[in-house]
Structures are given as structure tokens and as C-alpha cells.
């Protein structure tokens, strides 16, 4: 894969020049994209800037994301060639630390479950994961250093954790979705995909203009957390995260078990209410005037969604609003740094039917609180364990990744 | 005015049908758009419904809210003939309602505070007041019985009061803003001008999707407050106040003194805060690539606001965050079930190089509370006075507001 640290400390050396770099990560996408089929758009001429702390590093947008110099598709023949007007604000911010939004990548139909034409370099005859499938399948295959997806449900995590890369999906607005096509205006977050923890945390920390993020912290206090509140993972997912704790446990981790009270299994049933019920609205232009251009999934999705009551979504956010104060203070009374969890309910599904599921992501985008993902050494295809810190402390959730990380590549 | 409920109770009754009601409309804009100057773009073709229980109602649209069939101009030349291609989820629910989006209304640029060539209908030499400056002054003059607006300071309750019309800013998120250009994510609120409360109410119960909204409350328990945590309203607003006191207790209503805690004076700070750096994002584009085009009070504005740190940022949210319960528990512990207060400093100002102050509106768009302006009788230019009530709990603010408006109409 494609480093972004380690790009960029060659271009402080002065050994490649941030045209240098784009040019590599051109002919790296030259190579692979035949067979990925990460991108529906790339900048032919693009301008690379000499200056900015992200000067060089060629960054993949997903396609839900406007671009000024790009068509934004939205992964639907509804939007084929749509040119928005503005760069979404955090295109913008790409831009002014010197990046290169090179190219758009794939997405599901606006970011529902629809499976795209992306391959999963990681994982043969497997899917990639959704919604943000070409983010995550670009940066596993070496062709970006970086690239932006989105969460509603589990879609920046569960394809990170199927293609065996990072995923960060930051605290709740820590990232403006201004300017990204909207599917849960209480749910949506901006993520990042990255070659490494690092990579991720020094990436977050420009764009967010929040040094902290690529902080040292000290070794973290992790709970350990075997779901319950839904279906149980494979056991291969809960082997990766025992391994992963038996690894940090070496490098000096303490670790606890950890278990949520009964109330998350109804703040997990609230996220699909408070999303359905946005979703209806915020596509209705879409349904009442191409129901017939909608592919199948999200076309029987929003006939249901749209029959949900006013009093059920208002009773759903009342769930979650209560949730997310009693999490607030379950973690802050149990003296622990991050949630140690599964990313996904196991490997890639195989096949391309579907992309997957987010029953191990939905409740976090719905408590708005940081994730990232790191894969797990191990055989075949990639697995990965969830980090999860208190809403507003992406930096602890950042550096224990880097601690896992570490911990990890000694280990195995 | 145009009344909403007159127009619908006419097209109930089959004494008129919706496209006459289209073109009485449309005869009243002609009479009087020349003078006004309310509108940037009108469907010359639009598409009447004949069923639905908005049917035979034109609505205006401000210009920074999508329209799939008419440009969306943002009130500003770097969107010159800009057409989205969706309609906002607000267009979308208002057509299928039955109701006609006829035309876009004026907008200050970006919905900021640069002035409008818009006129105020009831105070020739007067500004209509801002953001939504022609959707108040379209249902001031008669030219429309519905208009959407947005407040992200003052931007509804400020102009409807200058311009003698009610103005709704519903509770935060009510209703969706996906598809209206972004100043300020945390503040941006979607509202409605009417004729009458009674107006306001029915449209917002339907668009809404919540019939309690439309209903009856008992005789509201008023809390009085004149505001303490900002520089003073001048003699004319505090002097409407008491009117709208008197006339209220003459109906019946039951009405107190209330005083908010000093700590709301920090969270009036807060607004500001907020505001500015989130503003500094969602424009970034525009700021960033055409700055010389941005009108001067907005450049000036941008040229500090990208300074905030996002440590102040973070501050002032969790300022907000704590007033929000504050109020909250005051009002739960108070047994009132509104506040009643002033919805401007004064009348509208004289000329037009400002669109007036909208000190009395930041804090309880901050707070996310529901709040309705009603004309108070009385000589000259217009005065209103502001109704708030709890989050959540517009049905309440809104048959204060019909109370309030039947006891003025009585005594007055």
C-alpha cells in the first residue's frame, strides 16, 4: 500500500517532489484499476500544489462528495455526468493543505447497500464492503494514500475492515458533510481510509485543523467488548479479536471485559427507525420523480421507509438521546480509555450480492462516537477489530490505534 | 394577505379551484413584484394539482433552497444561473402536498447580512429586514399566502416582524435542510412566513407530517421576559411587549414574569462562535476560489471567521450544549408553557445599507427552540412580538401563537 507518512517524509527530504508523487500514484492506479475498478471519475490534468502539508498526496473522493472539477454521481444514473457547481468543504480543505482530490471513487446508489463494480484487491471472489467500496478497495490496492468515504450505517469501517486497510470515522461533525449527498442528516459522517493508524491519525489531524489527533497517548485501558446487543459475530471475527487483545495484552495493554447494558439494544433498533425515517425525506425527489431509476435494494428500502410515523422517529431520537448520555457516562465512570470490538461480523461474504453488514457499526455512527479499524494480521481474507472512543476524543481513539497497530506488527 | 386557510376553504367549498387560485396568485405578484422586488426567478408554466391539501397554494421559495425547475442563485453572481438538479426534500414535500413552488424569493448572498434590493410592503423607506427578505415581503404584499425561509441568526422572525407577517422558525431539524446552501450546520433552521398564525400552523402541521401541530392548546401560561442578556430593545418593541401583555391578559391568559440565569449570556456569546467557524467551512469554496466576487460585509466577515480556533469552536458548542439543558429544566420546572418576548430591537430600520439586528433571535436559534413572530397591532411601521416554547414542542408554540393573535385581534 501506499504510505502517507511515508510520501511525505520523502517529499520534506526533498528525494521526490509532490509532482513526483501524484505521478507514482498515477501509475500505481495505471496498473491496478483494470482489475479493482475503484474509480467512475479521474482528474486528467490535475494541479499539484509545491506547498501544504499535504502536498503530494493524491486523495480519492467518493463520488457521494461534490467536486467543482469532477462529476458527482452519486452512484446512480439519476446524477450520470452531474457537475455540482462548488467543491464540498472538505474537498476545499483537501486542497488548501496541498492534496490532490485526483479521482472519485465508487459508491452504492447514494451510499445504500447496492453492490458497485469494485473488487476487493484484499480478498478474491469477495466483496469490498459498502457504501464507500472504491475509497476503501483504492487504498488496499496501493493506488491512494488516502481517500474520503462516509458512514451512516457501517460504511466506512465494514469495507476498511473487508479490504484490510484503516478506517476512521471521527466523532459525529468533526468533518463538515456539507456538500455530500444526504442519506441521515443524524447519522452521516465523513471517514478516511489509510495505508496505517499513522497514516490516519496525521491525515485527520491536517484536515480537521486538530494537532491533538496525532498525538502520543499513554497505553490505553481497553474494555473489551463481545457484543450482544444484536446477532453474534463469526467465530473468525471473534478469534481476530481475541488475538488482537492476547497481542496488546503483550505490549503492555491492560484490558478489561467490558458489556453495555440492556438499553443499547434498543438504541441499536433506533438507528434504523431515525435512518429510514431521514432517508425517505431526504431522497424524496429522488423516489417521487425516478422511483424506476433506483436500483432494487434502496427502491423496496424507501417504500418502506416512507410509511414510518412522525412519533416513531421522534420516539427513536428520544432512545438515542438517552443512549448517548448513558454511554457518555458508562465510559466516563469506567476509567477506560477505548472499546475494543469486532469490525464487521466476520470476513468479506463472498460473492458480490451483497456488500455486506453493519450490524457492529450502526449503533457507534448513531452515538456519534470515533471509530477506526485496523486490520489483524492473519491468513486469507482480512479481519479487523474496532476501536471505539468517547464522542469528542478522536485523539485517544487515534493514538490507541497506533499503539495497536505497533503492538500488532510485533507480534505477529 | 393572502390567507392560506381562505384560499382553502374557497377551493374545499369548490367556489374556486386551484389553478384560479394559481392565477390570483399570480395577478396579485403582477400588481405588485414591480414595486417589491420580492422574486429573482417565477415558473411562467407551473404545474397546478388538483388534489392534495395544499392544492391552489403558491409558495415562494428562498433562493438558497434547490429547486429541480427553477435556478437556485444563492443570492449571489458565483451562482449566476445555477440550477440544481433535485429538488430540496421542503420542495418535494410542498409539491406532493399539491402546493405550487411558483417562484424563489430574494436572499441577502448566502442568506448573511449584505442587503437586498427587496422593499418593505407595510414601511416604504424601510428594510424588509434579512435573510429571507423576499419570501417575507411576497406574503406582506399579498403576493403569496406561503414562503419558505431560513434562519441561521434572525433570518425568519426578523424580517416577517419588520414586515407585519407571521414567521415560524420551528424547532431544529423539524423540518430537513438537506438541500439548502449551508452557513451554519449547527444553527440553519427551515421556516415558514404566513398571513396569520392560524396559517402558519396548518402548513407547518402538514409539512411536517404532524396533524398536533394544527391543534388547540388550553389557554397558554406565559412567561414574560425582557431580555437582560443582550443590549436593550428600544422604547417602540419594549412598549408593542406590553401591549401584547395587556391584550393578552384581557383574553385570559396567564402571564408572568421570567428572568433567564446570567449563565445565557454565555450561550448568547456562543452563537457568534459557532456560527463564524462553521460558516468558514461550508463557504470555503466560494471564499477560496471567489473571494473578490462575495459581497463586503460577508468578505469581511469570512476574513475573521476562518481565524477562530477549533478550541474556541469546541468551547462555545459545549456552552451551547449546557444552556440547551438549562432551559430546558427551567422551563419543565417552571409549569409555563411559553415565553413571550420581543422578535426585534425595534421597528425595521430606516433605508436600506442594513437588514437590522438580530440580537433577540441567536440565542433561541442556539437553543433550538421553536419560536413564532405575530404583528402586534398599532400605528406605523410594524412591530412584532416573539413566542417561544420548548424543543420539540412547536404544536404548543404555535396555538400560543393563534391565541395570542386572536386576543390582539380583539382588543385592538
Not at 484499476?33 to 501544504?52: I, K, L, W
Not at 482480512?382 to 490507541?400: E, H, N, W, Y
Amino acid at each position: 500500500m501506499l504510505s502517507l507518512l511515508s510520501l511525505r517524509a520523502r517529499i520534506e527530504a526533498g528525494t521526490l517532489t509532490p509532482a513526483q508523487a501524484i505521478v507514482r500514484t498515477r501509475d500505481a492506479i495505471a496498473e491496478h484499476e483494470p482489475s479493482v475498478r475503484a474509480f467512475v471519475a479521474t482528474d486528467a490534468t490535475p494541479q499539484v500544489s509545491d506547498t501544504g502539508p499535504l502536498a503530494g498526496i493524491a486523495v480519492g473522493i467518493k463520488d457521494i462528495i461534490d467536486t467543482a472539477h469532477l462529476p458527482t454521481q452519486m452512484g446512480s444514473s439519476i446524477y450520470a455526468g452531474w457537475q455540482p457547481r462548488a467543491d464540498a468543504p472538505i474537498v476545499a480543505r483537501l486542497k488548501r493543505l496541498g492534496a490532490v482530490p485526483l479521482a472519485k471513487t465508487t459508491t452504492t446508489a447514494f451510499a445504500f447497500v447496492d453492490p458497485t463494480e469494485t473488487r476487493n484487491p484484499r480478498a478474491p471472489g469477495r466483496t469490498p464492503g459498502g457504501s464507500s467500496a472504491g475509497s476503501a478497495a483504492a487504498v488496499a490496492a496501493g493506488m491512494l494514500p488516502l481517500a474520503l468515504g462516509t458512514q451512516t450505517g457501517g460504511s466506512v469501517i465494514r469495507p476498511a475492515a473487508f479490504c484490510g486497510v484503516v478506517g476512521v470515522k471521527p466523532s459525529f461533525r468533526l468533518l463538515p458533510t456539507v456538500g455530500v449527498k444526504c442519506f441521515s442528516w443524524t447519522l452521516d459522517t465523513l471517514g478516511l481510509f489509510a495505508a496505517s493508524a499513522a497514516d490516519a491519525a496525521h491525515a485527520l489531524a491536517l484536515i480537521a485543523g486538530r494537532p491533538e489527533i496525532d498525538g502520543t497517548g499513554p497505553i490505553p485501558r481497553i474494555g473489551l467488548l463481545v457484543p450482544e446487543y444484536c446477532e453474534a459475530a463469526e467465530p473468525d471475527a471473534l478469534q481476530a479479536l481475541d488475538r488482537a487483545r492476547v497481542m496488546a495484552e503483550a505490549a503492555g495493554g491492560d484490558i478489561r471485559d467490558f458489556a453495555l447494558p440492556d438499553e443499547f439494544r434498543h438504541a441499536f433498533d433506533a438507528h434504523a427507525t431515525i435512518q429510514d425515517f431521514e432517508s425517505a425525506q431526504a431522497l424524496a425527489w429522488e423516489y417521487e420523480t425516478h422511483r424506476d431509476s433506483l436500483p432494487p435494494l434502496l427502491r423496496g428500502h424507501l417504500d418502506t421507509a416512507r410509511t414510518i410515523e412522525a412519533a416513531t422517529y421522534d420516539a427513536a431520537r428520544r432512545v438515542a438521546h438517552h443512549a448517548r448520555r448513558s454511554l457518555r457516562d458508562i465510559l466516563r465512570d469506567s476509567d477506560l480509555d477505548i472499546l475494543l470490538t469486532v469490525s464487521a461480523p466476520g470476513r468479506a461474504p463472498e460473492g458480490y450480492a451483497s456488500t455486506g453488514d453493519s450490524r457492529f457499526n450502526r449503533l457507534w455512527t448513531l452515538m456519534g462516537v470515533p471509530c477506526v479499524t485496523i486490520p489483524v494480521p492473519g491468513e486469507g481474507a482480512p479481519l479487523g477489530v474496532q476501536i471505539i472512543a468517547r464522542f469528542g476524543d478522536d485523539a485517544r481513539a487515534l493514538s490507541a490505534a497506533k499503539f495497536l497497530e505497533k503492538a500488532f506488527a510485533k507480534q505477529s
